[in-house]
């Protein structure tokens, strides 16, 4: 059972293996190093008003591009070449606005990938906390058995009857 364990420590390398097996069968307690990088910071969560502020950020940056594009960039022109400049602008403002919520979608993706990495790493240290405890209990379990027959033999060899000195027989009345 405790090469299972041993075994099932995948980021410890062969060294650090014999070591943690030859600890835990004589009894002393080695850890394996640590499995996992150094604890993530976590994020704060996004409130509806962060939301919602950002929202109005892109809708301000998208109504920005298309009035400064429509008005100045149309003065002076008539007929096709306004309704074709004033069409490039409204391309160009919802350009800015697709492009805004590309980065808020890449911005959100990342936040994902983050959690997920966390939480990874939260369960990759519960793993690694419950097979130390596991180690643990296994030596302390194999250290009280040969405790507990170490005890049982010395028990017997207490309890036996003596022979006596003489060579005789040995008494054996009983006593009520």
Same mark, same amino acid.
């Given at each position: 059972?405790? !090469? ?5 420590? &995948?980021?410890?390398?062969? /060294?650090? +293996? =014999? +070591? ?16 996992? &990088? %150094? /604890? ?22 998208? @109504?920005? %591009? ?16 306004? *309704? ?13 606005? *697709?492009?805004?919520?590309? #980065? *808020? ?6 936040? +994902?990938?983050? &959690?997920?990495?966390? $939480?990874?790493?939260?369960?990759? =240290?519960?793993? %690694? /906390?419950?097979?130390? #405890?596991? @180690? ?5 379990? $194999?250290?009280?058995?040969? %405790?507990?027959? /170490? ?10 009857? +003596?022979?006596?000195? &003489? ?8 006593? !009520?």
């Amino acid at each position: 059972m405790i !090469c299972n364990i041993v075994v099932g420590l &995948s980021d410890v390398d062969e /060294h650090d +293996r =014999r +070591r943690l097996a030859t600890a835990l069968e004589s009894g002393r307690s080695a850890s394996p190093p640590p499995a996992v &990088s %150094a /604890h993530r910071p976590r994020l704060r969560e996004l409130s509806p008003k962060t939301m919602w502020l950002t929202a109005a950020v892109i809708a301000v940056l998208t @109504a920005g %591009a298309v009035v400064v594009l429509w008005w100045p960039a149309t003065a002076g022109l008539n007929g096709a070449e306004l *309704v074709s400049a004033r069409l490039d602008a409204l391309k160009v403002g919802l350009s800015v606005a *697709v492009g805004s919520g590309g #980065v *808020v979608a890449l911005y959100l993706s990342w936040r +994902r990938q983050h &959690s997920t990495e966390a $939480d990874l790493d939260n369960r990759e =240290r519960a793993l %690694a /906390h419950q097979q130390e #405890v596991h @180690a643990a209990t296994m030596a302390h379990l $194999d250290r009280v058995a040969r %405790a507990t027959e /170490h005890d049982a033999a010395e028990r017997r060899l207490s309890e036996q009857p +003596r022979q006596p000195a &003489s060579g005789g027989a040995i008494d054996r009345r009983i006593w !009520c």
